[in-house]
């Protein structure tokens, strides 16, 4: 079993784009300076992912998953939704609470912390 998993974002300096986030009703940023980022990296990422439960049906099966959430302007994780489920799984609603359980820098426009939509992939092989 794998799990790979990316982030979308730039690290380049730019102008930040902002819109109404449809669950939360807040302004929130798509493209920043700096992408919120897990405290202590991605591996931290990767080791809360590790604790899945796969007790699934499926075999010999390879799919991607993506989750959405905001990180807020201070760490917080807010606004939680699933952008694309694997039908017959919770494994979307299991990488959610996940995400709770890591620690994150806030994204950053112009030097200051703003709240940011971070669209986690996450590719599930079994």
Same mark, same amino acid.
């Given at each position: 079993m794998l799990i790979g998993? $990316? =982030?979308f974002g730039q690290t380049d300096s730019t102008n930040c784009v902002t819109h *109404? @986030? =449809?669950i939360t009703k807040q302004q929130v940023y798509n493209f920043v300076d700096y992408?919120?980022?897990p405290k !202590? !990296?991605?591996k931290e990422l990767f080791k809360a992912l590790k604790n899945i439960n796969f007790q699934s049906s499926c075999s010999n099966?390879? $799919?991607v998953l993506y989750v959405a959430f905001i990180v807020n302007a201070h760490g917080e994780i807010e606004g939680k939704r699933v952008i694309k489920d694997i039908i017959g799984t919770d494994f979307s609603d299991q990488i959610l609470s996940l995400v709770d359980s890591v620690e994150w820098n806030? !994204?950053?426009c @112009? $030097? *200051?912390a703003v709240p940011v939509v971070y669209i986690l992939p996450v590719? *599930? *092989?079994m």
């Open positions: 998993l $990316s =982030s *109404i @986030d =449809s992408m919120p980022t !202590g !990296g991605q099966y390879e $799919s806030p !994204g950053v @112009d $030097s *200051i590719r *599930i *092989i």
